[in-house]
């Protein structure tokens, strides 16, 4: 009898640890999810410099996936529209939010059917493109920008992880919004808010805002699915220790294969747009500038081998480009292969003396002379050109006053004088003979930011 009783009791206390274990499905997947995704970028960043620049910039794999895990939730969302659920509200707005988040991503369309934008989003988007977003903020520090920001990470926050957490200790205001139809996310989706809200306010200045939107788009889709599944089912969303051990095996299933759709989708939808010759060229100038800003952000966290090694990648693509000359030599001296530095440098001298033989009337040759001289610490030579650099400027700008080319090379001259205020009305007087180009714009929203 007490061996009876005690295989019992064994048989149950093996109950409880299945039963517990299957409990824990709801919340061991999404956090999983959240660690792999976690991971991955923590690990590209530190060692596959390369990798990160795919995972993080306009067009790549990172992009993507935002777009299928909006794509995904706005699916889900509509189907709980037709459910009998209180939360019918939220999901509805939700799924505006979804549609009008993914069609931003895209641009309406223009980054796959690579439409050129009219010319009102030309003149007025900060970022010439066919959304509304880069109307409000775009790759440049503001005052706006700054401020949106602020309110996003608090919304963030409020809503990801302070109303499930007061929901879940049933406190006043909580169950008031909830029995008046705001959907709580499951607290196991917290940590890809709290992650979204950390990388969107950008601590490490490391693109990690694009890390931020794919953690918000996890948040959202593990959210829809979470309630589309519960609310189907007539299962109560936020308490799971009801459930059965089969709704949470199937739920758990559900979550790892959307996971794994969303991210198999995101990169074949990258690969087929990199396989049409526009779309390779489109993004192959995105890699070579995410190339570029990505050296200069390792070199100001002291990793200057890790600058270096995307510099010369850099270099390899132009290897007559002085500026790109100036950059490797300038993160070879920080890493301390001086004598490499130097003669990188005279090469950039080389090229630039080549090219006055050629054209000694050329501003942008005796501009690059300036910074090469500057570098060799010759400051009378660099001096001497910048000079020549000032007479051709205010020559030509004398004799073609409405071309904005001269404008903007006369605005690059006064930037090597350190005349920020003459270089501002320069920028801002070539943006304004041709407001649709791109170059002059960024020219004369960054001399702004320089006052």
Known sequence: MDHRLEADATLLQQADRGTYAMQRNDVTVPLTIFAAVLGMYAVTAIFYPMAYIWA????????????????????????????????????????????????????????????SSPAFFKEHNLQGETNVHNFLTGPFSTTLKAALTYVLVAGLATYGILYPVLLRFRWRIAVWFDARGLASPPLAVCPFFAGAALFEAGPFRFNEAEVAEVMVGFAVAIMAVHYAFACKRKLPPLDTSTWDSEARSRLAVRLIVTTFLVVSIAANTTLAIYATPRGKERIDNRIENGIEKFAGRYEKHGQFETAVGLMRRLHEMHPKSRSKLRKLSNVLRKAGHDEAAAEYLNKALDIDLTNLEKDPLAASVHQSLVRTYRLLGDSVHADEHLEQALEIGLTRVGAYPDSANAAYSLGRTYELMGDNDEALKRFERANKLRPTSKKFKQAYLRAKLRK
């Open 56 to 115: 993080t910039y306009e067009d790549l794999f990172g992009e993507w996936t935002q777009f299928w895990l909006f794509v995904v939730t706005l699916i889900f969302s509509v189907r709980l529209l037709f459910t009998k659920t209180r939360y019918r509200r939220t999901f509805a707005l939700l799924a505006m939010c979804c549609l009008y988040v993914a069609m931003e991503e895209i641009s309406w369309g223009q980054r796959l059917f690579d439409y």
